[in-house]
């Protein structure tokens, strides 16, 4: 199936586009958070063309599981020599888990690759369209989960090859900010990294020998980065983000130079560990479906989303 990228007409210069993790979302799906996003914005939501991603390959996934399950055995391996020991750790083994395996299969991480930038692309000609050129454009990204790591290829593959039409130099598309949470890059890249035999890494930006660095392109012999504003924000309970029972793992935690790093203290989202493994328990149940919001849910979208309100409205507004 073909992927058609939304389309709507701008009301401003601002766009804004949100991508989810895992999960086979559908319009529809994460009503609640396009709601919070809304009421963030408050008055100035009207100003933003407000755009979702849904990748219909991620089907593809579940069928795929079970053919890949050496090699996800594999990356729970390594995954567990970093987590604590005991039940808790076990489960967070697996929590994690369900976020990297789907990396292993190129034909669907392709596929969501090429549904991104079509959507990059609609974005920038929606906004054409309505009177502004790509320079005077204000575009933002709020990512979530495994959500960051494509949005993190995708933004590497338009700022690296002409033929998307999207570079921030010969091309004049530039984001204003890009905000992950949660955002397992460096993790898939440590991970990914020890089982190189076993991951196809073809473009895979992740893997970039000189490490994580912000998407640019090279002209008139100096860097044009594509991104102004590059937000780490995760919390001292999220593994997916690097932080295992409030200790920061520096293989699992995104660190970009140039990037703005928040870490949510947690603490009060749960009171004990046994807490912590009943809602990450609760959160395997159904991978195959967008997680329900939880407030208590370490790894929730809308939590992040809600304690970051001011300072999300600020950037966005800026």
């Not at 590497?156 to 905000?179: C, E, I, M, W, Y």
């Not at 490490?211 to 999220?238: F, H, K, Q, Y």
């Amino acid at each position: 199936m073909s992927y058609a990228p939304q389309s709507q007409e701008w009301r401003s210069d601002r766009a804004l586009l949100l991508v989810h993790g895992v999960g086979n979302a559908a319009p529809g799906d994460y009503r609640i958070l396009h709601e919070r996003i809304r009421e963030i914005l408050g008055d100035s939501a009207k100003d933003f063309a407000i755009y979702q991603l849904y990748y219909d390959s991620i089907n593809d996934w579940f069928t795929e599981k079970t053919e890949l399950r050496e090699r996800i055995d594999s990356m729970l391996g390594i995954v567990s020599e970093g987590v604590p020991r005991g039940t808790i750790g076990d489960l967070l083994s697996e929590f994690i888990g369900d976020v990297l395996w789907p990396v292993l299969s190129q034909a669907a991480r392709t596929a969501v690759r090429e549904a991104y930038l079509a959507q990059l692309k609609q974005i920038v000609l929606d906004g054409i369209a309505s009177g502004h050129r790509p320079k005077r454009q204000k575009l933002s990204i709020v990512c979530h989960s495994l959500g960051c790591f494509h949005t993190y290829e995708a933004l590497h593959a338009a700022a690296s090859d002409p033929s998307h039409g999207l570079q921030p130099a010969t091309h004049g598309v530039r984001f204003k900010n890009v905000v992950y949470m949660a955002s397992p890059v460096q993790l898939i890249r440590s991970v990914a990294s020890r089982i190189s035999g076993l991951v196809p890494s073809h473009r895979m930006a992740t893997l970039d020998p000189e490490g994580l660095r912000l998407p640019g392109e090279d002209a008139l012999g100096m860097r044009i980065e594509s991104v102004d504003n590059w937000i780490s924000i995760t919390g001292s309970l999220d593994p997916i983000g690097g932080f295992f029972l409030r200790r920061k793992a520096q293989w699992a935690y995104m660190a970009v130079t140039g990037q703005l790093s928040i870490v949510d203290p947690q603490d009060g989202l749960v009171h004990d560990d046994e807490e912590l493994r009943v809602v990450f328990a609760k959160s395997l149940e159904n991978q195959e479906r967008p997680p329900e919001v939880e407030d208590k849910n370490p790894h929730s979208w809308v939590g992040y989303v809600v304690r970051h309100a001011p300072s999300l409205k600020a950037w966005m507004t800026a």
